[in-house]
């Protein structure tokens, strides 16, 4: 579902997309299950991102009036709310993050309205693998990191 490409069987980025995590972004990840909570702060981790965690919508709204984080990760509702708030949040404030959301169900009728309604992102976590560590790169993109000039111009052009 996510916009990004897919990456390597094993996780990696090739090397010639090695990408440069910008000093200092942080993602907060709004999830009030432990389990995709970890998998998420494990694969932020191994990409050199800081994270934080709130495991309610409530709390993920206080801290992301902080300004302190370039991307919210949440699941789409939990007991106290939609992800929905989060927008709402960034929108009052012009705090000028990206919700992504990371989902066990979300259809393409949902994806869309996701998507109109101001998620950045879907990503689905069913599956062996699922795709947390896109969330990283999502995150470091949206913070200005890009492949390393050297490597995107040794790349031969498309055909």
Known sequence: ?????????DNKMPSSLALKIP???RI??????????ERLNIALRKAGMASE???????????AKSGRFQVVVSKPLLSDGSWRRLIDISNHYDLGFEV??????FDLPDWVEAMKDGAFDVLDARG??????E???WAAY??????HPKAASSRPPCA
């Open 28 to 37: 907060l990840i709004v999830c009030d299950d432990e389990s995709d909570t």
């Open 142 to 147: 949206l913070k200005g990191a890009g492949p």
């Open 53 to 63: 965690c709130a495991k309610s919508i409530a709390a993920g709204c206080e801290a």
């Open 135 to 137: 969330a990283a790169l």
């Open 128 to 133: 062996e693998r699922p795709n947390s560590i």
């Open 1 to 9: 579902m996510s916009l990004l490409g897919a990456t390597s069987v």
């Open 23 to 25: 000093d200092g972004a």
């Open 100 to 105: 992504v959301l990371w989902t066990h169900n």
